[in-house]
């Protein structure tokens, strides 16, 4: 049974920072492909940021150089750095994982991120 199980989301004032981790029950070598997804009130699920079984990184153009997504493979963690955050990064955050074999997705319960002052 795969599990996904993000911590880190908080409230945060404009200009701050978090880092969201999710520990994964499996081996990052079981997937290909994990990442982060937000989904706003009232907007679709969107990707924030992957990162491959290679290591290779993506990143929706508007985030790239405020969020960083890295992994520790020892601990099955990945980690979304959030850096300068404004309020329209006010969002419920998901850790997503596609499992190699069968291309399953599979999603984590959410973590709520709230930038306000």
């Known amino acids: 049974q795969v599990q996904l199980v993000e911590s880190g989301g908080g409230l945060v004032q404009p200009g701050g920072s978090l880092r969201l981790s999710c520990v994964h029950s499996?081996?990052?070598?079981?997937?290909?492909?994990m990442g982060w997804y937000r989904q706003a009130p009232g907007k679709q699920r969107e990707l924030v940021a992957a990162i491959t079984a290679g290591g290779i990184t993506t990143y929706t153009d508007s985030l790239k150089g405020r969020f960083t997504i890295s992994r520790d493979n020892a601990k099955n963690t990945v980690y979304l750095q959030m850096n300068s955050l404004n309020p329209e990064d006010t969002a419920v955050y998901y850790c997503h994982a596609r499992a190699r074999v069968s291309s399953v997705d599979y999603w984590g319960q959410g973590t709520q991120v709230t930038v306000s002052s």
């Open positions: 499996l081996s990052i070598f079981s997937f290909n492909t």
